[in-house]
């Protein structure tokens, strides 16, 4: 039970008190947060946040975005580990390393119109090893980079995909800058000016996306958020209004200058992270894609589909989601992670949507990108009130040879959504799966035991044996 004092109504016979202003609020919320305020349930989707990510992390770890960062920066020794491997570096370098790492395969989790997990972990982590943080402070970090991530994200119903920005890189420094700004214990103004300082480091594109440069911006924002609590616990000054001003961070990103900039905070009397949850991907690539993945697994499981019979595959969805599913006609499993095309080919193909289909070598097989042509995307703006930019249910149709049209289930929440999440065995089974793919030093039973008792180990012990 939460124990969190800001939850009681207000007593009426207490003056009202004027609104704290957003920016200086967030601090004051970061800086009240502990332990003993959390309710349980928060600390669960936190450590389930932790599992996915670090998973996630391990499985990435091998990839060129990764090597290429790893050898570019050439960090120093020093106190955070570097995905789970024998190799050090301190605290920034690995918070950059690992983020780009947890989101370079593009199967980490989801929620707030972003990945929160990429970004929060990787930072939380790095400076949490250098500081030598207790399990407890993590989680803790973590609620409090998540908080601050949904209360901005709150602020504004614009769809940010369409006017360009990656909502990762954009909500994620802020929210990594109040995840180490708890860490290292500051007080309410410096914790203000480290969201402050992450704000300012915000960036993200869309253009990059299907390219390392997509979990590059992942792994930015955490560097920018252990670098933002460094500068402010050091005094490095940045205005306490920094996320309502007028020039300010809301105001910047809004696609059609829609943004909340006067209402008092929710972070601390709700909890976003109870009622948004996190979206567990069953599968590796843009979350866009998963309903109509399911749609087409349920449909080849209950009618077997010979790739050689397809004249026509129809997905319905909605304008935003065709908009991030740029690529048409990958021939790299990076590019593939953000096709439509290709899922549906792979569903009828392999029956599957997994790592081993997102190769290179299987994109470009011949069977792949003939079936590829043969998608038609059909688009719709009824969208889900309940899920921004989403259609209310994704849809796939398959014309055969003969004529007949085979026809798959509406699909309105994906497999591993909140209100349809993954089992305890299927969470484990991606784990495993993630690290035998990264070939973790560490065992995934030995991990998985580790994390699932993460608050009652150090961040140290947590790496031991990496």
Known sequence: MSTDDHSRPTDPAEPEQPSMALTKSLGQFVADLSPNRLPQEAARI??????????????????????????TLAPADGPATLTFGARHAPAPEAAWINGTAAHALDYDDVALRGHPSTVLV??????????????????????????????LFRRDSGLLHQKGWHPTGLYGAPGAAAACAKLRKLDAEKAAIAIALGASQSAGLMSNFGTMTKPF????????????????????????????????????????????????????SEWAILSQGLGIKKYPTCYCTHRAIDCMLDLVHTSPIQPDRVEKITVSLSDYFATVLRNHQPDTGLAAKFSIEFCMASGVVAQRVGLRELTDAFVQRPDIQALMRKVEIVTTTDYD????????????????????????????RATG????????????????????????????????????????ISARDLTAGA
């Open 122 to 151: 990787p930072a939380i982590l790095a400076e949490a090893e250098h500081l030598g943080s207790s399990g407890a402070d993590m989680i803790t970090a973590y609620v409090a980079g998540y908080e601050t991530w949904a209360e």
């Open 217 to 268: 911006h992942a792994g930015k924002a955490a560097h920018a958020g252990v670098i933002a609590a460094r500068l402010a616990e050091a005094g490095f000054t940045a205005n306490t209004d920094a996320l309502e001003h007028p020039q300010g961070f809301l105001h910047a990103i809004s696609p059609a200058n829609s943004e909340d900039r006067d209402s008092a905070s929710k972070a601390g």
């Open 46 to 71: 936190a450590r389930m946040g932790f599992i996915d990510s670090i998973g996630t992390m391990i499985a990435g770890r091998n990839e060129d975005s990764v090597r290429i960062m790893t050898e």
């Open 385 to 412: 009130p309940e899920l921004p930019g989403a259609a209310s249910s994704d849809q796939v149709t398959v014309k055969l040879a003969g004529g007949q049209t085979l026809a798959g289930d509406p699909v309105a």
């Open 417 to 456: 959504h909140p209100s349809r999440p993954l089992t305890d065995a299927q969470l484990y089974d991606k784990f495993a799966d993630c690290l035998d793919a990264g070939h973790s030093p560490i065992p995934a039973e030995v991990l998985f035991k580790r994390l699932s008792a993460i608050q009652s």
